[in-house]
């Protein structure tokens, strides 16, 4: 696993890491292109997403918890473009390894919504996250939402051969979901009961776009929360409950429980 949304690395580190994965005999590279922090996957049918989406203004400064924020003042970002992308992918399958993206939805999500913030719930200022944590911007489950997440996980689908695409699903704050009228009306109309369901109706959604573009979801283990299709392979992040439970229900697992 290597996250390149807090930190961007260049294709040529990512091809090194590659390197130290084939030679520890390891033959699955989990690159984790989006969260909060940066958007980090050319997407032509969406510009703004590396437009805007790749680059904050700043970053903080060391641990965070217990004393008041500093920030080191200088712009990061960066992205990788498609054919960067098929690059890496092409030099991983030539050391047998296989790479899975991770597009984080519907979570996670700043830095989409700072490129396009009519997926959001609320009318308000997005910006791509300076500091690290849980943040509440969150996708609206709207048909404009999904439609944008079917043409991002067709290009998608396009740059990866592996079967799988993660789309995260985890830390989902669901605030802004019930402040908003849309989402009241979306839970009226499909008997959720509760924004847990509100969650597993999202992800099922997003589980048939990616089926649709012939792969499979691996998710975090928090989309187990409001029920999920056994079809959908469970990674265990929380401790080692999740896991468990998945098996125990037929989905496949893969165990990260610290």
């Given at each position: ?75 990061h ?9 098929r ?35 609320l ?61 009241k009306?979306?839970?009226q109309q ?5 924004y ?37 392979t ?25």
């Amino acid at each position: 696993h290597l996250d390149v949304s807090r930190h961007f690395f260049s294709t040529d580190f990512i091809k090194r890491y590659i390197d130290l994965i084939a030679f520890n005999k390891m033959n699955v590279f989990h690159w984790h292109l989006t969260d909060d922090q940066g958007w980090r996957v050319e997407i032509k049918s969406h510009p703004k997403l590396t437009d805007i989406g790749a680059w904050r203004d700043q970053t903080v400064v060391g641990h965070t918890s217990n004393r008041e924020l500093q920030f080191d003042g200088k712009p990061h970002g960066g992205f990788y473009s498609q054919e960067e992308i098929r690059e890496v992918v092409a030099y991983a399958r030539e050391r047998h390894i296989e790479v899975i993206p991770e597009i984080d939805i519907p979570g996670h999500a700043s830095a989409i919504l700072a490129a396009y913030p009519e997926f959001g719930c609320l009318k308000k200022e997005y910006f791509v996250q300076q500091q690290f944590g849980i943040f509440s911007d969150v996708l609206c489950p709207t048909e404009k939402t999904f439609a944008m997440l079917d043409a991002v996980f067709s290009e998608v689908a396009a740059l990866f051969p592996s079967q799988y695409i993660h789309i995260g699903g985890d830390e989902v704050k669901k605030e802004q979901w019930k402040s908003c009228a849309s989402c009241k009306k979306i839970m009226q109309q499909n008997a959720l009961e509760d924004y847990d369901q509100l969650q597993s109706y999202f992800v099922k959604r997003v589980e048939k776009i990616v089926n649709n573009h012939n792969k499979k979801i691996i998710g975090w283990d928090e989309i187990l929360d409001g029920g999920i299709d056994t079809t959908a392979t469970i990674m265990s992040w929380r401790g080692m409950e999740g896991g468990t439970k998945a098996a125990e229900v037929g989905h496949d697992v893969i165990m990260t429980p610290v």
